[in-house]
């Protein structure tokens, strides 16, 4: 199994930024896939970013490129998002996640049957 603990969410103004972290432990080397998803309220859960830990893959959701990015600290075990120039619209729910590394990459990482361990969850809200 895999243990995913976020943390770093927080309230800010519109443009302001916050950086989310995810610690995995346990058998991350089998599931080194970790992406990012958020859920609004009334919406569906929405992949975010994702991340190869063994290196060389990122992928984005076209709602946060440029402004957000997700990066990995080996030396922890730890995936960071930096979420920059935040919106209003960027208000949800965020959690990590963690998969094989199979299609981490691909069209498919960003659906969520493909991760099997989730973190908790930390809150993030954007006021205007």
């Known amino acids: 199994d895999v243990q995913l603990v976020e943390s770093g969410g927080g309230s800010v103004q519109a443009g302001g930024s916050l950086r989310l972290s995810c610690a995995a432990s346990?058998?991350?080397?089998?599931?080194?896939?970790i992406g990012w998803f958020r859920q609004a309220p009334g919406k569906e859960r929405e992949g975010v970013a994702a991340?190869?830990?063994?290196?060389?893959?990122?992928v984005y959701g076209d709602s946060v490129k440029d402004r957000f990015t997700i990066s990995y600290d080996s030396a922890k075990n730890t995936v960071f998002l930096q979420m920059d120039s935040l919106k209003p619209e960027d208000t949800a729910m965020y959690y990590c996640?963690?998969?094989?590394?199979?299609?981490?990459?691909?069209?498919?990482?960003?659906?969520?049957?493909?991760?099997?361990?989730w973190g908790q969850g930390t809150q993030v809200t954007v006021s205007s």
């Open positions: 996640a963690a998969g094989n590394r199979y299609g981490c990459g691909s069209g498919s990482w960003s659906l969520t049957a493909r991760y099997p361990y």
């Open positions: 346990g058998e991350t080397s089998t599931s080194s896939c």
């Open positions: 991340i190869y830990t063994g290196g060389g893959t990122l």
